[in-house]
């Protein structure tokens, strides 16, 4: 057989690679995952009775924005650690900046707060069941996350899975926030940015595991 004729065997038959393969299972396991954190928080949890009210208060938004601002950066690192040899670039330093915009707000409250206001401010009337809310209504996202990075070549399974469970937690707050009454900045910094570590944390360990090839 001639070579040209071998290739021809080869080559029939095949179709085109889709390029944009990686963004769209991605993208499939955000869109079901939130839908997933939306049917747990209203399920579970139900949206706050005064959300129109809230709306109007700049700090409710910063409460949307901290987690959100989080999760973006956490998911394109994500999607670079999910492909061999890619890569992190700066995106990683963008991940602490949300959390410390919040905790110099919070600084800034305690400090004009009286002494006995202070702990009311970080413990607010939720703390012992906050973190663990955020993590709960985020697993759905956690499992859609996992599933599209077990789908690539990672070759840092424990870092893309905390990653992951990064990006799904950051995810499950944001969809969280419209149940939680918690506004204060000092609450945020600790509980939410709890809230949100324990995902991490799950998704490292299931990911050192589950992501390996």
């Given at each position: 057989?001639?070579t040209d004729?071998?290739?021809?065997v080869?080559?029939?038959?095949?179709t085109?690679?889709?390029?944009?393969a990686?963004?769209?299972?991605?993208?499939?396991a955000?869109?079901?995952?939130v839908?997933?954190?939306?049917?747990?928080?209203?399920?579970?949890?139900g949206?706050?009775?005064?959300?129109?009210?809230?709306?109007?208060l700049p700090m409710f938004?910063?409460?949307?924005a901290?987690p959100l601002?989080?999760?973006?950066?956490?998911?394109?690192?994500?999607?670079?650690?999910?492909?061999?040899?890619?890569?992190?670039?700066?995106?990683?330093?963008?991940?602490?900046?949300?959390?410390?915009?919040?905790a110099l707000?919070?600084?800034?409250t305690?400090?004009?707060a009286?002494?006995?206001?202070?702990?009311?401010?970080?413990?607010g009337?939720s703390w012992l069941s906050?973190?663990?809310?955020?993590?709960?209504?985020?697993?759905?996202?956690?499992?859609g996350?996992?599933?599209?990075?077990?789908?690539?070549?990672p070759?840092?399974p424990?870092?893309?899975?905390?990653?992951?469970?990064?990006?799904s937690a950051?995810?499950?707050?944001?969809?969280?926030?419209?149940?939680?009454p918690?506004m204060q900045?000092?609450?945020?910094?600790?509980?939410?940015?709890?809230?949100?570590?324990?995902?991490?944390?799950?998704?490292a360990v299931?990911?050192?595991?589950?992501?390996?090839?």
């Open positions: 057989m001639k004729d071998l290739i021809a080869l080559a029939r038959g095949v085109p690679v889709d390029t944009d990686t963004r769209k299972r991605f993208q499939t955000l869109v079901w995952g839908l997933g954190a939306l049917a747990v928080m209203l399920s579970g949890y949206i706050r009775h005064d959300l129109a009210q809230a709306a109007a938004w910063v409460k949307l901290f601002a989080i999760a973006i950066p956490a998911v394109l690192l994500t999607l670079r650690l999910s492909r061999p040899g890619m890569p992190l670039g700066k995106t990683w330093m963008a991940l602490p900046l949300p959390w410390l915009v919040v707000m919070a600084i800034a305690l400090a004009h009286s002494p006995d206001e202070r702990l009311p401010l970080v413990m009337k906050c973190a663990f809310n955020i993590a709960w209504v985020s697993a759905p996202v956690l499992v996350m996992l599933w599209a990075v077990k789908g690539m070549a070759t840092r424990a870092l893309a899975g905390a990653c992951a469970g990064l990006a950051a995810a499950g707050a944001v969809v969280y926030a419209l149940h939680c918690e900045a000092p609450f945020l910094a600790v509980w939410y940015m709890l809230g949100m570590l324990i995902p991490t944390a799950v998704g299931v990911g050192a595991k589950l992501l390996r090839w």
